[in-house]
């Protein structure tokens, strides 16, 4: 009987060998990663690339798409713009690439090398391979270190003490992008745990300047704060056009996104509140149907004015251009002139309720918290 038991547990040991052994053979399964990020620049890119056959990899291949980041990063530990690591590469691209690692053309637009640090940190996270981790630490530090001397960013990402003079603009967007990738480099939120606490109280200090720069770079109209530039002048300050704009003007999308930067922050100070509330009114006192009313009103004061832009087709909707004229906050069209016999109606695709979720739902709710007159 003794000899049958040991006989049977001798057997179900050997099974169990067997099928541990088997599985150390499979090849192990990851979990998909987020990437959200990168839908900009890969929307560049397939429009650059229109009739490329790609053999795309599956969410779960995070290795074959992390060795591809390997492969596009710069030696300064920024990536070219635009790319797309989600696809085989031909013997060609890869030789190309690594050809070309010595390039300074390292760019945060779209939210470039966010993206990449986000998706090699999860990568290390999943599989402990250190060369991943290594090259998110080194884009880290270029983030750090491209920050320019008042605080802001511009969209070449190298480090500012080796950026030309032909660079000499605060890019708004990208100057954002930084600040919120860097909050979560600071608070250790995942995946950024791993990250040292002596770096990540780097990155809150390099947070700290950027808000800064951010706060005094709010124009404002009426005395009163108003809303972003896409652009400004490093060493003036003062709203110049970005790289896609004929002049300098407020931009209403992005203001909507920096004001909701600043809504989530907790116990915010004095000048941050100041800074929401400002841009809030400024929002709310610029729909284009509100824009339009005063014009008509001045109309009727001043005699002769001609109110710009024909109020016939005016949306019964609140809308609001994407752009403002600095100075006066006019509406301006993708002409950037208001022109005084042009419906509305002809401007479609530059109006949108972008404030609308802002304004009618998390301003109301960050008030009550934080105004207490509110």
């Known amino acids: 009987m003794r000899l049958k038991v040991a006989v049977t547990l001798t057997w179900q040991a050997l099974l169990c060998v067997t099928l541990l052994a088997a599985c150390a053979h499979d090849n192990p399964v990851y979990r998909p990663i987020a990437t959200d990020d990168f839908a900009q620049s890969l929307e560049r890119w397939n429009k650059r690339h229109p009739d490329r056959e790609i053999a795309p990899y599956n969410a779960t291949q995070i290795l074959a798409i992390a060795d591809n980041l390997l492969l596009m990063q710069r030696n300064?530990?920024?990536?070219?713009?635009?790319t797309n690591?989600?696809?085989?590469?031909?013997?060609?691209?890869?030789?190309r690439?690594?050809?070309?690692?010595?390039?300074?053309?390292?760019?945060?637009?779209?939210?470039?090398?966010?993206a990449q640090i986000y998706y090699l940190s999860h990568v290390y996270l999943q599989t402990g391979d250190v060369q991943y981790r290594n090259a998110a630490r080194r884009a880290l530090q270029l983030v750090m270190s491209a920050q320019l001397y008042n605080g802001g960013w511009s969209l070449r990402a190298r480090d500012s003490l080796k950026q030309r003079e032909g660079t000499?603009?605060?890019?708004?967007?990208?100057?954002?992008?930084?600040?919120?990738?860097?909050r979560q480099v600071a608070a250790g939120r995942m995946p950024y745990g791993y990250i040292p606490f002596t770096v990540r109280r780097q990155a809150a200090s390099a947070v700290e300047k950027g808000d800064g720069l951010l706060l005094r770079l709010q124009l404002a109209h009426?005395?009163?704060?108003?809303?972003w530039a896409s652009a400004y002048d490093l060493d003036t300050g003062q709203p110049i056009a970005a790289v896609n704009e004929l002049n300098a003007a407020l931009n209403v999308l992005l203001t909507v996104d920096v004001v909701n930067y600043f809504a989530g922050i907790s116990r915010p100070p004095a000048q941050v509140l100041r800074a929401v509330k400002g841009a809030h009114d400024w929002l709310v006192a610029n729909s284009v149907q509100r824009w339009a009313a005063r014009q008509a009103d001045n109309a009727e004061i001043i005699p002769g004015l001609v109110s710009p832009h024909s109020d016939q087709h005016l949306?019964?909707?609140?809308?609001?251009a994407q752009r403002y004229s600095v100075n006066g906050s006019e509406p301006l069209g993708p002409s950037y002139c208001p022109a005084s016999d042009t419906p509305w109606v002809e401007y479609a695709q530059e109006l949108g309720d972008w404030p609308r979720e802002f304004i009618q739902q998390r301003y109301p709710r960050w008030s009550k918290l934080n105004l207490p007159s509110s």
Do not use: C, M, Y
């Open 76 to 82: 300064n530990g920024g990536w070219p713009a635009h």
């Open 315 to 320: 949306p019964a909707q609140t809308l609001w």
């Open 85 to 95: 690591p989600f696809r085989r590469l031909s013997g060609d691209e890869k030789l």
């Open 168 to 182: 000499q603009a605060i890019d708004t967007q990208v100057t954002l992008n930084a600040l919120q990738f860097l």
């Open 97 to 114: 690439f690594l050809k070309d690692q010595n390039a300074a053309d390292a760019s945060f637009a779209d939210n470039n090398v966010f």
């Open 222 to 227: 009426n005395s009163r704060a108003s809303g």
